[in-house]
């Protein structure tokens, strides 16, 4: 049963200030937004200042987005979140999707294995 444990991954705990946050996967409706925000976020954090990167975080949609599905922050919290924490969370997100999406990538490579080899 464990197999199977991929195709529903266990969310990943986090404290953000004394509140205790579960950073869940990505779900397919938001799959673009996510890889456009986790995309500008991984930019900026090459090129950019801290404070621009701050700026960006508070003024994007995308930010935003991602952590109101990909975590159980409710509105209201994530609203009053500082721009740093939001961002330092976002990068746990995507940190955390990395994750999911590379042990999904694992099993399709055995399974791809398993059926090229010979013994198959």
């Not at 009053?80 to 940190?95: K, Q, W, Y």
């Not at 791809?112 to 198959?120: A, D, H, I, M």
């Amino acid at each position: 049963m464990s197999d199977i444990q991929i195709l529903f991954p266990e969310p990943v705990p986090v404290t953000v200030g004394r509140k205790k946050v579960r950073i869940l996967p990505v779900r397919m409706r938001h799959f673009e937004a996510f890889g456009q925000a986790a995309s500008d976020l991984f930019v900026m954090l090459g090129k950019f200042t801290n404070e621009e990167i701050y700026s960006y975080a508070k003024k994007t949609g995308g930010l935003k987005v991602i952590l109101l599905h990909c975590t159980t922050l409710s509105r209201w919290r994530l609203s009053r979140l500082p721009a740093a924490v939001a961002v330092e969370l976002m990068i746990h997100v995507v940190m955390a999707n990395s994750s999911f999406f590379g042990r999904a990538l694992v099993k399709a490579q055995q399974f791809v294995v398993g059926q090229t080899s010979p013994s198959s």
